[in-house]
């Protein structure tokens, strides 16, 4: 086999360790896409709901369904104060959590859900949503999303204990739903799914210009 033919191309080479933080997080998000964006919606121990996107999210397995996303720490605050965002704070409280698709559709009203802001503001009501009740946890669904995974807590795993670190969740999947005209054999229509994904920056993107690769046997 031919070795591979080395590359004319100057690199750009960073080492983690040298830099800030926002630099990496810019080189991370402008390498890792498309991204996925998980609209999560929560409640409190109270039952206060919140709804806030994540675009560090993908699937982990079939046995059984499961998933992560990965809601950042915040920066800033004062020393010792909680830096765990809502979203976060709520599965550690309730241990459920519901991840609903951005389609193009609620693409703005997505968006709007990342606004900062105070604890118990409804998010749903701040964005237009509306929520629709779960049926294996008490986290509401978004009925405009076109499909939702409502999910248990398996674990959370803190990288590290710094302002601006990433936390993974993982969850289970213990019930889907997805419109019933979108389902074919368990095969989901993409077209109608309609979902968008996040570039770097404020650059999303649709999910229209699509080809088909056959795996090799």
Not at 79 to 103: C, I, P, Y
Not at 148 to 172: A, D, F, H, N
């Amino acid at each position: 086999m031919d070795a591979p033919h080395s590359s004319s191309h100057p690199m750009f080479t960073l080492n983690p360790a040298e830099c800030e933080p926002h630099q990496a997080y810019k080189i991370m998000s402008g390498i890792i896409v498309p991204r996925p964006i998980a609209l999560v919606s929560t409640v409190d121990r109270d039952g206060i709901p919140n709804v806030a996107p994540f675009s560090f999210f993908c699937g982990v397995g079939s046995v059984p369904p499961s998933l992560l996303f990965c809601p950042a720490l915040h920066v800033g605050g004062a020393e010792g104060a909680d830096m765990r965002k809502d979203t976060l704070r709520n599965v550690e409280q309730t241990g459920e959590f519901v991840v609903n698709v951005v389609s193009d559709a609620i693409a703005a009203a997505a968006n709007a859900t990342a606004a900062n802001v105070a604890p118990g503001v409804n998010e749903f009501e701040l964005a237009g949503l509306t929520p629709l009740a779960s049926e294996a946890v008490r986290a509401p669904r978004v009925a405009e999303s076109p499909a939702q995974m409502e999910c248990k807590l398996l674990r959370v795993i803190y990288t590290s204990e710094k302002p601006g670190t990433g936390v993974i969740v993982l969850g289970e999947v213990v019930r889907f739903h997805v419109r019933e005209e979108l389902v074919d054999n368990f095969r989901v229509d993409p077209a109608g799914l309609d979902a968008i994904g996040r570039m770097a920056g404020s650059t999303w993107v649709r999910t229209r210009d699509r080809i088909e690769i056959v795996r090799p046997e």
